[in-house]
């Protein structure tokens, strides 16, 4: 099965000083028995390249392949002109770790305010999404931003920055029913067909997991299942608990 865990589910373990990369790789391989890292920049906690290397030369020492790496931090929309500035440096500078770690997918957030897309931002957005796209694509990885916060927790503003990008390296990380506008099962609904990476919470798991994997599985989802706790508490356990209900759901939807 094509699972994987969000480095942020480690995030209360990483804020106490017991969880790094190396230990997260050490987890993921053989606490959990899954070949797939799926980094959150937190848990790596720097983009110097030396570092990187080590980062994968662990990988590769692990035979594992990294499905996903979510950046925090250089979101594309800031309403100051100059703090986009410094946000798409950051980006680029995500985007050559990504290529370094050999990742198959790339999230980097939107940014802005939950209300519908201006012209303006929408202009930003997707000639942003589109030259990052265009780096994926040299760099063979996917790249668009996570219904996360902001922006992106509007179903429509997704699917009208999806269609402005217009590029076969873009796609988004779908957060599973993470919509704040009402509809969360429509949300899913439209934007499967742009999923290339999925975070799924311990609330989709426990409520309605199985039709969420339906909607994913008959709109030709290939992706990971990427489970993602967040309470900081007791995170060992609480991830393999989510592991099991997804690794259950996926065998009842017979994805393999």
Not at 81 to 108: M, S
Request: glycine share 10%; aromatic share 10%; proline share 2%.
């Amino acid at each position: 099965m094509r699972i994987s865990i969000a480095g942020f589910s480690f995030h209360g373990l990483r804020g106490a000083g017991m969880m790094d990369a190396f230990g997260y790789l050490e987890s993921v391989k053989y606490r959990y028995r899954l070949d797939a890292a799926d980094f959150w920049n937190g848990i790596i906690g720097t983009t110097d390249e030396e570092y990187l290397k080590k980062v994968k030369q662990a990988l590769d020492e692990r035979e594992m392949t990294v499905a996903n790496y979510h950046a925090d931090g250089p979101h594309v929309w800031e309403d100051d002109p100059a703090a986009r500035e410094k946000n798409y440096r950051d980006a680029l500078t995500h985007l050559r770790a990504a290529a370094l770690l050999g990742a198959q997918t790339v999230r980097i957030d939107t940014g802005g305010t939950l209300t519908p897309i201006t012209d303006e931002q929408l202009e930003t957005l997707a000639s942003r999404y589109r030259e990052y796209a265009q780096f994926g694509e040299e760099h063979g990885f996917v790249v668009g931003p996570e219904n996360h916060w902001g922006l992106s927790l509007i179903a429509d503003n997704m699917e009208k920055l999806a269609k402005a990008v217009d590029h076969p390296a873009y796609g988004i990380l779908l957060h599973v029913g993470h919509w704040e506008d009402g509809d969360e099962e429509g949300g899913d609904r439209r934007m499967a067909k742009y999923a290339v990476h999925t975070h799924l919470d311990a609330r989709i798991t426990r409520t309605c997991l199985q039709e969420r994997v339906k909607i994913l599985a008959d709109a030709g989802y290939q992706g990971y299942w990427g489970v993602e706790h967040h309470s900081g508490q007791n995170e060992y356990v609480e991830v393999a608990w989510q592991l099991a209900e997804v690794q259950r759901a996926l065998v009842h939807a017979g994805v393999k």
